[in-house]
């Protein structure tokens, strides 16, 4: 638990704090790192989590709901916070009009940006809880929490470098870097809560993976096709989702 908890607190928190190295937002293999992430995040979700999934249980019809809902729970989600969660860095020109409410317009807007964030970010850490009650005792947590570590921090980092932009200061910012760090840590507290008081049951918690799971496959396979606009065929790009793909089969299997 308290390794889970540090992995889901400290790689958003770091990689958040890179903007203070890169404050352009720009690195020179930020894609490919999206591109793996997105990959990996795929493969996991594929190989591991939606098959398991299907085994353990027989409600097979409602686990299918849960996975719809979920990938257009994302897509909600994603209208707020415009694809930060798979690294996309929005900002303004600098020599865009100003008004003079806009301070609190963009004290509004990246509070409405954190708060969609912490939604997907909760939920994420909410489904570490107790996984072998729903998956049994081969179920590999660490498999998941890797690939939710991937994808949290090119956010982080995107998260910052927006923010920055909007309240005109990375020091402003910081506080909501360490919220969004916070949201996974409680998710899970949260949810080992609830399976302590017998509040949240495994059924409960199987629906919970499933929802998850949507929002991962939404998330993954954005990246990925987006890394390749127009549909052209990038070499690197592919060699690396490849590769990140691959990863994800290695740890089903090996472990």
């Given at each position: 638990m308290i390794?889970?908890?540090?992995?889901?607190?400290?790689?958003?928190?770091?990689s958040g704090l890179a903007v203070y190295l890169v404050p352009s937002g720009k690195t020179k293999n930020f894609k490919l790192l999206l591109v793996f992430a997105g990959a990996y995040l795929f493969g996991i979700t594929v190989v591991h989590i939606l098959p398991e999934l299907y085994i353990k249980n027989s409600d097979v019809e409602l686990i299918g709901l849960f996975v719809l809902a979920g990938f257009f729970l994302q897509q909600v989600l994603e209208y707020f916070t415009s694809g930060i969660e798979h690294g996309h860095i929005h900002t303004h020109d600098p020599g865009e009009h100003h008004h003079h409410d806009e301070p609190h317009q963009e004290q509004l807007s990246a509070f409405v940006l954190l708060t969609a964030l912490c939604v997907h970010a909760?939920?994420?850490g909410a489904m570490l809880v107790q996984p072998m009650a729903v998956m049994g005792m081969h179920y590999d947590v660490n498999a998941i929490l890797f690939g939710i570590a991937l994808h949290r921090a090119p956010a982080a980092f995107a998260l910052m470098t927006v923010l920055?932009?909007?309240?005109?200061?990375?020091?402003k910012a910081l506080p909501h870097l360490i919220f969004f760090s916070l949201a996974a840590p409680i998710g899970l507290l949260i949810?080992?809560?609830?399976?302590?008081?017998?509040?949240?049951?495994?059924s409960g918690l199987t629906y919970l993976y499933?929802?998850?799971?949507?929002?991962f496959l939404h998330i993954s396979t954005t990246i990925v096709f987006e890394s390749s606009p127009?549909?052209?065929f990038y070499a690197r790009?592919?060699?690396?989702?490849?590769?990140g793909a691959l990863l994800a089969v290695a740890v089903e299997y090996m472990l």
């Open positions: 390794v889970k908890l540090l992995v889901l607190f400290l790689t958003p928190l770091l909760f939920l994420e920055a932009f909007q309240l005109r200061s990375v020091n949810s080992t809560y609830l399976i302590d008081v017998e509040v949240l049951s495994a499933a929802l998850v799971c949507g929002n127009a549909h052209r790009k592919m060699t690396v989702a490849i590769i």
